[in-house]
């Protein structure tokens, strides 16, 4: 298994870079984006876009999910992204100006991240709470 998710890892990056070059002038990603899932939630959409840009790009895993537990790396150009996630019930997360410029970065993803994942896991929680006090 953890064969598989170094695999697809190297792959996504591949795909992910030959992606981010063709969108841009540069001759090619000078930096790195570490995407750590350690939420609850398995992230099947990642979109990183330019800040102020009013489209998203494609989807970076398309076709797959992010699963908890984790990592995703993505070689990126220098500049500051806006990034959208969305989990698997399509819940949306979008965190703002990630600077991404000649460094590599990783950005762990918890229950935290933004306010609908923190809202969505407390529901969770609570529900799951309940449902072990009735069995009781």
């Known amino acids: 298994m953890l064969g598989h998710a170094r695999m697809?890892?190297?792959?996504?990056?591949?795909?992910?870079?030959?992606?981010?070059?063709?969108?841009?002038?540069?001759?090619?990603?000078?930096a790195t984006l570490s995407?750590?899932?350690?939420?609850?939630?398995?992230?099947?959409?990642?979109?990183l876009t330019?800040?102020?840009?009013?489209?998203?790009?494609?989807n970076l895993i398309?076709?797959?999910?992010?699963?908890?537990?984790?990592t995703l790396?993505?070689?990126?150009?220098?500049?500051?992204?806006?990034?959208?996630?969305?989990?698997?019930?399509?819940?949306?997360?979008?965190v703002d100006n990630l600077d991404l410029c000649l460094n590599d970065s990783v950005w762990t993803i918890t229950?935290?991240?933004c306010t609908a994942f923190s809202t969505v896991a407390k529901q969770r929680a609570a529900a799951k709470a309940a449902a072990q006090a009735q069995a009781q």
């Open 8 to 30: 697809r890892n190297v792959l996504f990056g591949l795909a992910i870079s030959l992606t981010l070059a063709a969108c841009t002038t540069s001759s090619g990603p000078d």
């Open 35 to 47: 995407v750590d899932n350690q939420s609850d939630f398995q992230i099947t959409e990642i979109y």
């Open 50 to 58: 330019d800040v102020g840009s009013s489209t998203w790009g494609p």
């Open 62 to 70: 398309s076709g797959d999910t992010l699963n908890p537990g984790e």
């Open 73 to 94: 790396k993505l070689g990126v150009d220098c500049s500051t992204y806006d990034a959208k996630l969305i989990d698997e019930t399509g819940v949306s997360c979008e």
């Open 111 to 113: 229950n935290n991240t």
